[in-house]
Structures are given as C-alpha cells and as structure tokens.
C-alpha cells in the first residue's frame, strides 16, 4: 500500500511559477512509475508528466518545455515544477504512482492560473 500526499498548489498569475509536490510512503518507492495528471470540472484526468526509474520522462505535448517533472527516491518525493504558466493550466492535479498492476492516487491539489 503506498499513500500519496500533494501539497504547492495554489493561485498563480499567468507567466507565473509553481512546484507541485508529492510525498510517498512506504519502502519501495524507487520501484514505481511516477506521474502527475490533471482533471478539469467535468472531463477525465489526463496525464501531464511522467518518470520511471531513474528518469526517463515524458509529457503532454501542451506543457513541454513548461513542466519539468523529477524524483527524489531518497526522500520519496516526485516533483512538478511548472513555469510559464497559462490560464489552462487550471485544474486540479493528481499524483500517481503505478507498478506492474498496483495504482495508487493523491487526493489531488488545485492550481488556479489567474489575473
């Protein structure tokens, strides 16, 4: 069982910075694929970034070169740092952690891009 904890969200200007975290528990962190997804009000998540182990990354097409996802397996910890940021960034995130058939989900933090 892992549990998955997100906090950094919040309210941003547009052009503006915010780095998502997500603290894991458990052992066997390193084991796991590690993602962020995104929900908007009536729509199914979809996935925004995600790293194996060690690193290799992947993102949706409408935030590269934006977001940068990272892991830090020695503190359980993955990371979104976002940058330049637009107003349809707005959402609530999602972290996710998968392993062969186990999947596992934070409870979500909102990011609200604004002026």
């Known amino acids: 069982q892992v549990q998955l904890v997100e906090s950094g969200g919040g309210l941003v200007q547009p052009g503006g910075s915010l780095r998502l975290s997500c603290a894991a528990s458990?052992?066997?962190?390193?084991?796991?694929?590690m993602g962020w997804y995104r929900q908007y009000p009536g729509k199914q998540r979809e996935l925004v970034a995600r790293?194996?182990?060690?690193?290799?990354?992947n993102y949706a097409d409408s935030v590269k070169g934006r977001f940068t996802i990272s892991r830090d397996n020695a503190k359980n910890t993955v990371y979104l740092q976002m940058n330049s940021l637009k107003p349809e960034d707005t959402a609530v995130y999602y972290c996710?952690?998968?392993?062969?058939?186990?999947?596992?989900w934070g409870q979500g933090t909102q990011v609200t891009v604004s002026a």
């Open positions: 790293i194996t182990n060690p690193s290799t990354t």
């Open positions: 996710n952690a998968a392993f062969l058939i186990a999947d596992y």
């Open positions: 458990g052992s066997t962190f390193s084991r796991y694929t």
